[in-house]
């Protein structure tokens, strides 16, 4: 059995729902799979001796979950009162609009489309229902709508998929976009370093409690990575299926497809920076 300590951002053992930190809370959602883990990580938010919650990411649109997101947070004396999200894959936002519905909020987002009422949400807005902080930053990437939540008085970060629990993020193409995922990292770590955030709530897996070491794993893996890729091309390995063949090849089969977005990505960003030559 491997030591959690011993592996990257230390992730916490024990059971994924419940209290996290003294301001937020997990209500595991019942979607776990290949790409999303356990399942998703919806957050409760609130200020401790407030009685009002801001929820982010409700999920799937799954009735009994997100029912119990709001009997959670009832049981400890809070209405929710705000709907945030972290980007719009389904696994996260589907059921927000439901959840908007039950909840009677407004729904915030980086997309518009994805926003119920007038207001979004931008890098540098400050979150502050029931009294709470919680700064948004931009982490563009793994989308191009993808946000995170810095909490100050946590020393915590919420981060969607940005940085996930367990594993790495999928960059996928066309969607995903590499040169932004790297400078979203040096963002999250930037807030490692200058602003004391030790702790990750991720949209997928297991609290981290070394959120700079989780970053600075993220930031080698890809490094890695984009110099297998580099490699596989200049060994005349030139799409993208004999690249994942090469550089995948100890990875699940099934996650090949996946990969291969990954690795159109990568082969998009090495052109874009002249490592490589134009296909």
């Known amino acids: 059995m491997t030591d959690a300590a011993a592996l990257p951002g230390q992730p916490r053992g024990g059971a994924l729902s419940g209290p996290a930190t003294a301001r937020a809370v997990n209500v595991l959602a019942p979607n776990p799979s290949a790409m999303t883990l356990d399942g998703t990580n919806t957050w409760i938010v609130s200020e401790p001796d407030s009685g009002l919650a801001v929820v982010v990411d409700p999920g799937p649109l799954d009735d009994a979950h997100l029912r119990a997101v709001i009997e959670t947070a009832e049981k400890a004396g809070k209405r929710v009162a705000l709907t945030l999200l972290t980007h719009g894959h389904p696994d996260h936002a589907e059921g927000a609009a439901r959840f908007a519905e039950l909840t009677g909020t407004k729904v915030r987002a980086l997309d518009p489309a994805l926003r119920l009422g007038d207001e979004g949400l931008a890098a540098g807005d400050v979150i502050t229902t029931g009294g709470l902080e919680m700064r948004v930053v931009s982490t563009p990437g793994h989308t191009a709508d993808s946000l ?11 981060t969607g998929d940005t940085v996930l629990g367990r594993g790495t993020t999928v960059v996928a193409h066309p969607e995903g976009r590499l040169g932004d995922y790297l400078d979203s990292l040096r963002r999250l770590r930037s807030l490692t370093v200058d602003d004391g955030v030790h702790t990750v709530l991720p949209g997928h897996g297991p609290v981290l409690d070394d959120a700079q070491g989780a970053v600075e794993f993220y930031l080698a893996h890809r490094a890695s990575r984009l110099a297998q890729v580099e490699t596989a ?47």
């Open 148 to 158: 995170s939540f810095h909490l100050p008085a946590d020393r915590a970060v919420l």
């Open 233 to 279: 091309v200049e060994d005349g390995f030139t799409t993208a299926p004999e690249v994942v063949a090469q550089v995948y090849a100890d990875v699940d089969r099934s996650l090949w497809p996946a990969a291969e977005l990954s690795v159109r990505a990568q082969l998009e960003y090495l052109r874009e920076h002249g490592l490589i030559e134009q296909g």
